[in-house]
């Protein structure tokens, strides 16, 4: 900073520093700020696109309706359930590779190159691939297992959601993947060596060493792959839009066929803010279980192991 | 120190997973070679391959025009990320101009649901006469392009030393020459890594598009969701427009994901 004004002949009306960031402040206030506000706005107002004439101011009347909502609530809890579930199975199945590969030493680079190759692909071609791959009289799969007396319809009312969270297990998996053998990658070496000169088993080392050293890349995977997983469309929109009945609608789909399918643009809004604000809390819930949690139950085993060897 | 038999239990679910994962792949690609009449069959493997629906999609279908819409749209979407970003995370790194808010800012933005996004740009796109043309996608792709392209360049400029810098400035540069004609060229490759990835953003993204676009400005991933009426010939051409969706994207990941575990180790960590 002061070389800045030590060195040029003359003050400049915006320091340098300020100038450099002003571009990405205007292009962000244009293409961020402005249509959140804008956003916002819409939901106070009765606002239909094929009525744009009649647009009226209504207050929070929109955000009022919604806990009576029953398809908005049903397409809430559908999106909580596919978001615990797939995120929950893309952790673990994730963890194992992640520990499996760590310890790979021959074709390590080819497993991981190809291994991590579907989180980069568009998750349309992902949904018509997998409607593909699981259609009842087209698919392979229900085709082998039809050979050994197995009949399934991936898509029917019990095994639609599953099967929609298996799919983006399918894509998602290799994204924790990436993450977690990054943070093994990156570990340490004496506390390990330590430990095991310590006589310490795998298990031991593994729960009181790894997971632990692992935390905030744990925190960041959990928390980067549960607000993505919040946006699944392109699958819905593939295979079920919604169906059978309203068993896989998601948010996102339900907000496109209020908004764009019903023309109702200041409802659609309004359940955009709603799911905001529980993605906001969800959030913070999970940073709260995973940064503090430990720490409390720590701390209450200390207390009880002192109050037993006090008495 | 490891027994055989767990370094056998490791690779089989290794090999297991292997093929869990490249199986659709070459399901499609078998599929986009398979005569018409046989597409229906699942359980046909072997067959004479025919280049029909290749031929079709490639120069009798409006496929490779949504494709081109799709390079242009990430082109310009990257070029004007690049181009408003890279000021601003050489700015934060050097200045740390606007501190912590900077970088809340735009870990902020980066995850700003779509939900909330389309409506008012839709409506502004409605209202500016711009539905169906690349500029309502192009917007709406900066939404997400920039704060990533930001996030991905303030780690290379954090890697450049200061001295480099102090030194081109003794030599008569201003800061800002210093800027664009030093550091910019020491940290191309990350600009090129950054510049690929946020393409491979761009080029994948369907909401948006599918949303804001009719006819004419599709891109690919829009328009392919529409191939999904199921009968036998569609399901080969879909293959074909599928694989030119995915396959320049596989070819590049191979070159982006030693810089994704590096800026994304990065934000995991601070």
Known sequence: MRHQTTHSPRQPLIPLRYALI????????????????????VSLHR????????????????????????????????????????????????????????????????????????MFITPIAVGLIFRFLLNSQLGIIPHLLGLVGIRIDFFGPNLALPSIIMIDVWQWT?????????????????PFEAARIDGAGGWQIFRHLTL?????????????????????????????????????????????RVGFRFFRMGEAAAMGYVLVVVIVMLALAVFWLLDRLPVILAERRRRRIARERGV | MESVTGRIARNLVLIVALIVVIFPYFWITLTSIKPP????????????????????????????RYMLNSIMVGTMAVLLALLVGSPAAYSFSRFRTGGAAF??????????????????????????????????????HLTFVLPMV??????????????????????????????YRVVLPIISPGLGASAIFAFVLSWNEMFYSLLLTGGDARTLPAAISGFWTFRGIELGKMSVAVMMAIVP??????????????????????
């Open chain 1, 212 to 256: 632990p050293l692992m935390r905030p890349v744990i925190l960041a995977a959990l928390v980067i792959r549960g607000l993505d997983a919040f946006k699944v469309f392109e699958y819905i929109w593939a295979i079920t839009r919604g169906g059978p009945g309203e068993r896989t609608e998601m948010i996102l789909y339900h907000i496109y």
């Open chain 1, 174 to 190: 290799p994204f924790m993947l990436l993450l977690l053998l990054a943070g093994l990658e990156s570990l340490p070496h004496e």
């Open chain 2, 150 to 179: 930001t996030w991905f360049l303030i780690g290379f400029f954090d890697e450049v030393p200061v001295d480099i810098e102090e030194q081109a400035m003794v030599d008569g540069c201003t800061q800002f020459q210093a800027f």
């Open chain 2, 37 to 64: 009449d046989l597409v229906a069959k699942p359980e046909v493997l072997f067959f004479e391959p025919v280049w029909d629906n290749w031929r079709e999609v490639l120069f009798d279908s409006d496929v490779p």
């Open chain 1, 47 to 118: 606002y239909e696109l094929t009525d744009l004439s009649n647009i009226r101011y209504i207050g929070f009347r929109h955000y009022a309706r919604l806990p009576d909502d029953k398809s908005f609530l049903n397409a809430l809890s559908n999106t909580l359930i596919f978001v615990v579930a797939a995120v929950g199975l893309e952790f673990t199945l994730g963890f194992v590779l992640a520990v499996l590969l760590h310890r790979q030493k021959t074709f390590r680079d080819f497993y991981r190159a190809i291994l991590l190759t579907p």
């Open chain 1, 22 to 41: 002003l571009p990405l402040l205007l292009v962000t206030a244009a293409v961020l700020l402005y249509p959140i506000f804008f956003s916002f706005w």
């Open chain 2, 103 to 140: 970088r809340i800012g735009i870990l902020v933005a980066q995850m700003i649901p779509p939900a909330i996004m389309i409506i008012p740009i839709y409506l502004i796109m409605y209202h500016a006469r711009l539905l169906d043309t690349i500029w309502a996608v192009i917007v709406a």
């Open chain 2, 249 to 270: 994207v596989l070819i590049a990941s191979f070159f982006i994901q030693r810089y994704m575990v590096k800026a994304m180790g990065r934000g995991a960590i601070k």
